[in-house]
């Protein structure tokens, strides 16, 4: 094991997908969202852990992501959530991905290859409700459906859309959805029928029913965390992900020494700076700098100086007995205190996804499921 490692709990994952199924019914699929490597926890490790609780569906931000994954299972369902570039076509094919479409074009070429190797491919129409992104604006749905039905080799399978401010706009978002349903009854009109739609994400599960359809799209809640500081209320999600590390390190200073680089920091009295083997290059964000906390023995001990690529160093001069080889919790629970992503992300002036997509590959990931623990196989 590392030094440095994040400790991804099974368990806690399984207790959050079985909350949004509670949630969003039995009758609505549930389509996993593991783009950026499962949100920085292990897009493999998640999917092999979700597809003996039912999960059939996953989402990934590309198609090299979906080739990684089609390893890990040759049944599921797995959909490119990004748009399809030319090169990624053979792999579409080969690795039995379901692409989005968002412009003629690339269900042009998508028809071709089919013809090409003799078959039919299923794909799913992405509409721009008001995302202002990729996707076939709402209004031109009509022409572009009459144009992608002609297509002898492309299946519409199903219809998607997407929020941008389910957490803070819910009637824009009502909006959208009356704009998505609208789309479908065009569609219906064209004799495509029996279609898949999903529109929701983490932030709709929580707040938007209406916006169900018959998929689902978690992300960030799946992984436990809020998509935004807005939500309030309980949801009965908890954090997968803890990242840890151990004390490198101890030196007494006295009062008016420096720490790190820069010299930013200046000690206020004598002290003890406990030297931790994380940094930047690690994901821990340098913006931390003499403002972050990690917990010691059950304690808080702040960021003194500046992060490092590499190294970081706490003030633990008032937590007694501090040694090398003491574990170091930056991100989850010690004792009777815990330190969040959500904590990180408003210090550092971002959001939780940032947070724990920053977690860099030479983190050991280690899973821990039913009290047992092993090392992930992707680590570096």
């Avoid at 359809?213 to 939500?231: E, H, K, Q």
């Avoid at 994901?283 to 023995?297: A, C, D, P, Q, T």
């Amino acid at each position: 094991m590392s030094n440095t490692w994040a400790e991804i709990d099974l368990d806690a994952l399984k207790r959050n997908i079985e909350y949004i199924r509670r949630r969003v019914g039995e009758h609505v699929r549930i389509m996993a969202v593991v783009k950026d490597d499962g949100y920085g926890h292990g897009a493999r490790e998640i999917a092999e852990a979700l597809i003996p609780a039912g999960i059939r569906w996953y989402g990934v931000a590309n198609t090299l992501e979906g080739v990684v994954l089609r390893s890990v299972d040759t049944s599921v369902s797995i959909m490119v959530l990004g748009p399809v570039f030319s090169e990624d076509i053979p792999d579409i094919f080969a690795y039995r991905l379901t692409p989005i479409i968002v412009d003629y074009e690339t269900a042009e070429q998508l028809d071709r290859e089919a013809a090409r190797r003799k078959t039919r491919i299923g794909v799913h129409v992405k509409i721009d409700t008001g995302m202002g992104r990729i996707g076939v604006w709402h209004e031109d749905f009509r022409r572009f459906i009459k144009d992608v039905k002609r297509l002898k080799h492309v299946s519409v399978e199903g219809f998607l859309s997407h929020f941008p401010a389910s957490d803070t706009d819910i009637g824009f978002s009502r909006a959208q959805i009356s704009l998505f349903k609208q789309v479908v009854e065009t569609a219906d009109q064209e004799e495509i029928k029996d279609c898949l739609l999903h529109m929701a994400n983490s932030a709709a599960i929580m707040k938007i029913p209406a916006s169900y359809f018959d998929l689902v799209r978690p992300g960030i809640m799946m992984y436990g965390l809020l998509p935004s500081p807005t939500f309030g209320g309980k949801y009965d999600i908890s954090p997968v992900l803890s990242l840890k590390t151990r004390v490198s390190f101890i030196k007494k200073i006295k009062k008016g020494m420096t720490v790190s680089y820069g010299r930013t920091y200046k000690a206020k009295k004598d002290t003890v700076i406990a030297t931790l083997p994380v940094g930047y290059g690690d994901g821990y964000n340098r913006h931390l700098s003499s403002r972050g906390r990690v917990l010691i023995r059950g304690k808080y001990a702040p960021v003194v100086g500046r992060v490092t690529m590499d190294q970081t160093m706490v003030d633990v001069g008032r937590i007694p007995g501090v040694k090398v080889g003491d574990e170091v919790v930056l991100i989850g629970k010690q004792g009777k205190n815990s330190i969040t992503a959500e904590e990180i992300a408003k210090l550092v002036g971002t959001i939780p996804y940032e947070i724990v997509c920053a977690i860099n590959k030479r983190v050991e990931r280690v899973y821990v499921h039913r009290g047992s623990e092993h090392m992930a196989k992707n680590n570096l």
